[in-house]
T-cell receptor, first 118, second 113 residues
Framework: GAVVSQHPSWVICKSGTSVKIECRSL??????MFWYRQFPKKSLMLMAT?????????EQGVEKDKFLINHASLTLSTLTVTSAHPEDSSFYIC??????????????FGAGTRLSVL | TQLLEQSPQFLSIQEGENLTVYCNSS?????LQWYRQEPGEGPVLLVT?????EVKKLKRLTFQFGDARKDSSLHITAAQPGDTGLYLC?????????????FGQGTILTVHP
């Protein structure tokens, strides 16, 4: 159980285009999902907290108009990188928790999306 | 802002050696998770500890949560090349930060055959 699917796993796009990344909880309902960014050989940096049916909460320094998050159902959250530029190239990872697991702060992670902006 | 200091950041050892990774904070955490991540993949949960002084064992891995719930350690006995990866500790605060985790800087472990 507790499987989180992230798609796509790798995307290459031209500068100025937008890219959508999907995060799905496959075998549980995720009341909350998180989006992280990770640089090579570094730890995870939290970008935003996504709650089903409400607006995402962004961490300080993260542009909400740049990184659009939608959590339309209990099993799906999407991150759209708008007008992507080469500096947005990174590894993006989502995680999900359900009510019970949230009490223990247990997050289950997707496999990540490697974004390369040319 | 809660901080979790993880050390060492890099560890390169020979197969069969033992090692310990530490996570320390001045803040109290309601729970602490350890994750292992391989390149190009997402972190995989190894263990969760929630009680001060708790010790959990997972085969050759021993996890300990400090009595005051401010620190934790991961000890690996007789490391194997398959243990190579990025190890992350993450603390959960509870309260208004329900579900949110504070991550340590990570430890990149390389076990040479």
């Amino acid at each position: 159980g507790a499987v989180v699917s992230q798609h796509p796993s790798w995307v290459i796009c031209k500068s100025g285009t937008s890219v959508k990344i999907e995060c799905r909880s496959l075998d549980f309902q995720a009341t909350t999902m998180f989006w992280y960014r990770q640089f090579p050989k570094k730890s995870l940096m939290l970008m935003a907290t996504s709650n089903e049916g409400s607006k995402a909460t962004y961490e300080q320094g993260v542009e909400k108009d740049k990184f659009l998050i939608n959590h339309a159902s209990l099993t799906l959250s999407t991150l759209t990188v708008t007008s992507a530029h080469p500096e947005d190239s990174s590894f993006y990872i989502c995680s999900a928790i359900s009510g019970g697991r949230a009490g223990r702060n247990i997050q289950y992670f997707g496999a990540g999306t490697r974004l390369s902006v040319l | 802002t809660q901080l979790l200091e993880q050390s060492p950041q890099f560890l390169s050892i020979q197969e069969g050696e033992n090692l310990t990774v530490y996570c320390n904070s001045s803040s109290v955490f309601s729970s602490l998770q350890w994750y292992r991540q391989e390149p190009g993949e997402g972190p995989v949960l190894l263990v969760t500890v929630v009680t001060g002084g708790e010790v959990k064992k997972l085969k050759r891995l021993t996890f300990q949560f400090g009595d005051a719930r401010k620190d934790s350690s991961l000890h690996i006995t007789a490391a194997q090349p398959g243990d190579t990866g990025l190890y992350l500790c993450a603390g959960g605060a509870g309260g208004t930060s329900y579900g949110k985790l504070t991550f340590g800087q990570g430890t990149i472990l390389t076990v040479h055959p």
